[in-house]
């Protein structure tokens, strides 16, 4: 994780130079879609993008740290020298491309992820206003889901770390359910589905239940009364 630059070009080299895969993000939010969407064998954090990161999303940041071999770097702008940290309980310092090979070579890859994700398709409306605009309004569905989050497919742009609103309409309970943008992929992207990695900021224990067994969830057919789909065109 670093911010675009010369130190960043410099560190991308120095690990493609020892034949390992990289893939680079500049925020906090980037790096936390990354490793809940893929498996890294460790992770490379430059320390002022860490220091930043820290002052706004702090339990985030070791959440992650936490859960792979981490290695820190700072660019010495006078020399051009690399400085690299092995963190954790053995500290030490040494070459970058030593660090790696030490710490990350062996070690297996992983994702950050303490819960299942399920590839159930949810019909959702997703909105980026708590009043659903029906102008802005987005008909969407959910490529998988987790107790904590979802990831939904769409093109359209989206803020990381911004707000938005679900309604996920084959629940019984359709109440508003609020969540945070924290991975998002472009269309045109490589061979993957575009769309936005949400993670739930306000939903209530029978939507989370439901979500994760579908098998227990009344189907909007079988609800007398009510058109459960009502706005939807």
Not at 27 to 44: E, L
Not at 52 to 58: N, T, V, W
Not at 61 to 77: C, M, W
């Amino acid at each position: 994780m670093a911010r675009p630059g010369d130190a960043c070009t410099l560190y991308e080299a120095a690990i493609r130079n020892i034949g390992a895969i990289v893939d680079t993000v500049a925020s906090i939010d980037t790096f936390y879609g990354a490793v809940t969407n893929f498996a890294y064998n460790g992770v490379v954090i430059d320390i002022p993008t860490k220091i930043k990161a820290l002052s706004d999303h702090k339990d985030l940041v070791y959440s992650i740290t936490g859960r792979f071999p981490v290695i820190q770097v700072n660019l010495d702008h006078r020399s051009g020298a690399i400085r690299a940290l092995l963190y954790g309980h053995h500290e030490r310092s040494g070459l970058l491309e030593d660090l790696i090979r030490e710490a990350c070579w062996n070690s297996p890859a992983r994702k950050l992820r303490s819960e299942e994700r399920k590839p159930l398709h949810y019909n959702v409306l997703l909105s980026t206003t708590r009043e659903f605009d029906p102008r802005t309004l987005i008909r969407t569905v959910t490529m998988d889901v987790s107790s904590n989050g979802c990831f939904l497919f769409s093109s359209a742009r989206f803020q990381l770390g911004g707000r938005v609103w679900l309604r996920i309409v084959d629940l019984y309970d359709k109440s508003p359910i609020s969540g945070i943008v924290r991975h998002k992929r472009k269309w045109g992207e490589a061979m993957v589905v575009p769309g936005i990695g949400i993670e739930f900021e306000t939903i209530t224990e029978s939507q989370r239940q439901s979500l994760l067994n579908p098998v227990h969830q009344l189907s909007s057919e079988t609800v007398p009364g009510h058109d459960l789909r009502k706005g939807a065109k």
